[in-house]
């Protein structure tokens, strides 16, 4: 993903936080991936034939295995759980401003075709003497990433489980992703972008907190691509 932003001042801290966090999510995140079922090579390698490969020349030879394994690792978000992410990172506070962690990396799989959508997650909220570790923020997005899903439910989901966690003042998720089952099949279509929001508390109920957050979230957003 070459989605590299320009802007550079306004809100250079707040991207600071933001890689660091990531960073902090990407050293936390190990390799762990659920073992597969032991069908999963020979469906795989039975996929391979019926796309008219012959799955035991040798570039292919151990391709049922790697897909067995990457597949599995990037659906393992249905063996997370947002609580034992958070885990002990909540923390009493009496902040009550907004709190925005922009442009997490995001990466999924459309429920629909088995194809990956990539983009950026912008999440605020503001707490009620409640607040969690920024790093935790992408591990969340992580939890629900990393399912068969659709755009919209991912960013539901994601609000709801900060909601349910710190039980905030408001929650405003957006995401902002690519589709490859939309770019790779189709024509003309290559630089849609969908874009899902998601708000709850004072940001669906005040016109002017959700108007910041939705300015926050886009405004400073340089065209991608
Ligand atoms: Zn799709």
Redesign the pocket.
């Known amino acids: 993903m070459s989605s590299t932003k320009d802007s550079k001042a306004d809100g250079a801290s707040t991207e600071a936080r933001v890689r660091a966090a990531s960073r902090m999510h990407l050293e936390a995140d190990d390799d762990h991936a659920p073992e597969h079922a032991p069908e999963f090579e020979s469906v795989v390698h039975r996929m391979l034939e019926l796309i008219g490969e012959d799955p035991d020349r040798e570039g292919l030879l151990k391709t049922p295995l790697r897909v067995a394994k990457s597949l599995t690792w990037l659906t393992r978000g249905y063996d997370m759980d947002v609580h034992d992410v958070v885990n002990d990172a909540v923390f009493e506070e009496p902040h009550s401003s907004m709190v925005m962690v922009r442009d997490i990396e995001l990466y999924s799989m459309?429920e629909?075709?088995m194809?990956p959508f990539f983009g950026k997650a912008h999440i605020a909220y503001i707490p009620d003497n409640k607040i969690v570790g920024l790093s935790k923020l992408p591990r969340i997005v992580e939890v629900f990433a990393r399912r068969l899903q659709v755009q919209e439910r991912l960013t539901e989901e994601i609000a709801t489980a900060i909601q349910d966690v710190l039980n905030p003042k408001g929650v405003g998720v957006v995401i902002e992703a690519y589709?490859l089952?939309m770019m790779m099949r189709g024509v003309q279509k290559q630089n849609s972008q969908t874009v899902t929001s998601a708000v709850r508390g004072i940001f669906r109920n005040d016109a002017r907190t959700r108007e910041e957050f939705l300015y926050l979230a886009h405004g400073h957003t340089p065209t991608v691509r």
């Open positions: 459309c629909h075709h194809l589709h089952c």
